[in-house]
């Protein structure tokens, strides 16, 4: 292994493993917050065109670690260490000067929420060719840099006129296609990606994780997988770290570390990761008493029945006709790739959109088109992104307590709703930018109970959380579920958490429905080739143990 100082000699701490010819060696990364060290030293090295996973719950430290690395830590947070590039070597903490040469150009951190890297009030296209323009070392011409980023989308599976749309008129994954576009866009010596699929189908990601791998090969990138994802580690990382409260508890080969750890805390992560061929009788089933494909664990009748709704968006139509029903106490689940029309026929239903032909019902009345024929406590909406709906200005504490005033609940519930979603009492005094991504969705959810309605739509909920604290929010929902009698939408491209979670399931494609039924039935052995080829590809990425 290449090192820091001039004798060349191992590094104090240096784990004897690493690869002999590293593209990227960090030494002493450590990274203090205003409470003391929040991410103990550590060292890792990756070698040209090989990644290295960085694993843990929410909180761990994980991001913490990525940002110290790209030079974005928040304000209050410093690191220490060194890193060493193959062009460059960077002793931290740097000076701005050191950053603005080296983030965005040797070094591309790719966030989880692309909104929080695509501007919203730019076209994809300009984003694209405004990193593109930065990197080059002479001005280039107009057609030149629209080839450039024509090429750029074309590498991420998306047609040449994304580039003129902007990230709202996109579906989650094709945003973060764009973002990964932009991130790649100048050939960085080390891509860190956070949670780069988290917004993706599981056949969207194996297309896009097979693209970066084949980047990265291709030039010699190195890459830091930060992934609550076991299956995507598994299949697309050379050596992995665990990470428990800011240290490192185990590293080593993958496949070695996920077939046969010898932590405890890793054994759990195992254990607590979902997998459609393994876990058939899901949290949710074993809650309630409801065998794979039976009825719905309580309630009698249907509360929600959408019939033919179509959707257009000027001369697009995204739903043609499309059915669905939730029953009283039922849990239903919505799947298909991105871009299917989920998260329309969603909103829908909540009335955040309004159809342009059919009819939504809720126990039995009709609906008009939009908000304001729905309660608070008919339904509620947890939203795939948490940025986009907590304010960022205000504490958890005060956001909750509003929503227990639209209730006509006291403040004094304040306490209970934050136990109710596990999460500490002193979380009330935060803002969503002091917690981690799968807290902040929890504080998203809570929000969402706070008015206890009788539908729960979930639109990616669990989408952003590590594999523990996943199976929590579940065993949450489970418990609610049959204890207040709750219907869920659950909309997912996640088929094994579908699969633990819903009594029916409803696959989408191209805004059609093109197979229903019983999700055990339909997971089980579908019979459209497109679910087919769905359930294929997420039994290929779901971890063995």
Request: charged share 20%.
């Amino acid at each position: 292994m290449t090192q820091l100082n001039a004798a060349n000699t191992p590094a104090a701490g240096a784990h004897p493993d690493t690869p002999a010819a590293a593209q990227v060696t960090v030494t002493g990364l450590t990274v203090d917050g205003p409470a003391g060290v929040v991410v103990k030293p550590f060292d890792f090295s990756i070698a040209p065109g090989e990644t290295l996973a960085l694993i843990g719950e929410s909180g761990s430290g994980k991001t913490l670690s990525a940002k110290a690395i790209a030079g974005l830590l928040p304000a209050g947070f410093t690191a220490r260490g060194t890193i060493e590039l193959a062009s460059a070597t960077i002793e931290l903490p740097a000076t701005d000067a050191v950053w603005r040469a080296t983030r965005g150009r040797r070094i591309s951190l790719l966030l989880q929420d692309p909104f929080t890297s695509l501007s919203p009030v730019h076209r994809c296209g300009t984003q694209i060719a405004m990193t593109i323009q930065a990197a080059s070392a002479t001005r280039l011409s107009k057609a030149e840099c629209t080839e450039l980023v024509t090429q750029r989308l074309a590498e991420v599976n998306l047609p040449a006129e994304v580039a003129r749309a902007y990230p709202h008129e996109l579906s989650g994954g094709m945003r973060q296609r764009v973002a990964i576009a932009a991130a790649l866009a100048t050939d960085p010596e080390l891509l860190i990606a956070d949670e780069p699929t988290t917004a993706l189908d599981a056949s969207n990601q194996g297309e896009i994780l097979d693209l970066l791998r084949g980047l990265q090969e291709k030039r010699g990138m190195a890459a830091l997988l930060i992934s609550h994802d076991l299956g995507m580690v598994r299949g697309r990382a050379e050596h992995v770290l665990v990470m428990r409260h800011g240290e490192i508890v185990e590293r080593g080969v993958t496949s070695s570390v996920l077939n046969a750890p010898s932590h405890p805390y890793t054994r759990a992560l195992i254990e607590a990761d979902p997998s459609l061929t393994d876990r058939s009788a899901g949290v949710v089933r074993a809650a309630s008493g409801a065998g794979a494909g039976g009825d719905a664990a309580t309630g009698v009748g249907d509360l929600v029945v959408a019939t033919d709704v179509t959707k257009s968006f000027g001369d697009k139509t995204v739903l043609h006709g499309v059915s669905v029903t939730v029953g009283r106490g039922e849990t239903v689940g919505i799947v298909g790739e991105s871009g299917s029309g989920k998260t329309t026929i969603a909103r829908c239903i909540a009335g955040l959109e309004h159809e342009s032909s059919g009819v939504i019902a809720f126990h039995g009345v009709a609906l008009a088109p939009g908000r304001a024929s729905r309660t608070p406590k008919q339904m509620q909406i947890v939203f795939q992104d948490p940025y986009s709906s907590l304010n960022p200005m205000i504490s958890v504490g005060r956001s909750l307590k509003l929503a227990l005033r639209v209730a006509g609940r006291p403040a004094s519930d304040l306490n209970g709703l934050l136990q109710l979603v596990e999460l500490p009492l002193e979380f009330a005094r935060k803002r969503p930018a002091e917690l981690s991504g799968g807290q902040r969705q929890r504080v998203a959810i809570a929000r969402a109970l706070a008015v206890q309605p009788e539908l729960l739509i979930c639109d990616e909920s669990v989408s952003a959380l590590d594999v523990s604290v996943q199976k929590q929010i579940l065993d949450l929902l489970a418990k609610l579920r049959v204890e207040l009698g709750l219907s869920i939408l659950f909309i997912s491209h996640d088929l094994a958490v579908v699969r633990q979670l819903a009594d029916r399931v409803y696959v989408l494609r191209h805004g059609d429905v093109v197979e229903s039924g019983l999700c055990h039935d339909v997971l089980t052995a579908p019979t459209h080739p497109y679910t087919q080829a769905l359930v294929a590809a997420s039994i290929h990425e779901a971890p063995t143990h």
